[in-house]
């Protein structure tokens, strides 16, 4: 391997280490003076790293070391959640995963009740949704979808890879029982 080749490489490597997010192949090739290989750069690197504690992975349409999998459940910590998100607003998360781009009407029609005040708040304070312009219709409501910091947070590289409804089922995710009392009205938002 060239000198110039082996520099590419560390310098590579250590962007990715300093990034606090996904870097994409432009972003990666712009720092590295204009390479025109950078996928070549960015597989070899992962060769490099394949096999050991941490690896190269394609994360929100960038790049990121993350640890091994294969490691993963040994590193685990326990440390406190500061804020557990609501059952209300885990549904609205995945609507808006799955529906994007969606208004707040839209999100309410699909879970059948009104949305509480602080749901969608709650939800951008986690990073994992924003409001990404307005529909083209009367009132020009809000649309919403999801950030990078979603796909990184729950590892995928786009959405085509969220798991489809055979694969909810098969791993027990999915819930087909109809829902009673106050579970129904989302913990306390109110039927529309």
């Given amino acids: 391997m060239s000198g ?3 520099r590419q490489l560390r ?3 250590a962007l990715l280490f300093a990034a606090a997010e996904p870097l994409s192949e432009t972003t990666l090739a712009e720092r590295l003076g204009g390479l025109p290989d950078i996928t070549d750069l960015i597989a070899e690197l992962a060769a490099l790293y394949a096999g050991r504690g941490v690896n190269l992975v394609r994360l929100s349409g ?3 070391f993350r640890t091994a999998p294969d490691l993963a459940l040994e590193l685990q910590a ?4 500061t804020r557990k998100l609501s059952r209300a607003a885990v549904e609205t998360l995945a609507i808006i995963a799955y529906h994007q781009p969606v208004t707040r009407a839209e999100i309410e029609e699909i879970r059948g009740v009104s949305l509480a ?3 969608l708040d709650a939800l951008m304070e986690t990073g994992w949704v ?4 307005r529909r083209a219709s009367p009132g020009r409501p ?3 979808t999801t950030t990078a910091g979603f796909l990184a947070h729950f590892g995928f590289d786009t959405l085509a890879d969220l798991p489809d409804l055979a694969e ?4 027990g995710l999915l819930d087909l029982t109809p829902l009673t009392g106050d579970d129904a009205n989302g913990g306390g938002e109110h039927r529309g």
């Fill in 4 to 6: 110039d080749r082996q």
């Fill in 62 to 64: 960038g790049w990121a």
């Fill in 78 to 81: 326990e440390r406190r959640v």
């Fill in 130 to 133: 924003r409001p990404s312009g």
């Fill in 168 to 171: 909810l089922r098969a791993a």
């Fill in 11 to 13: 310098l590579a490597e």
């Fill in 142 to 144: 809000l649309i919403w």
């Fill in 117 to 119: 005040k602080g749901t």
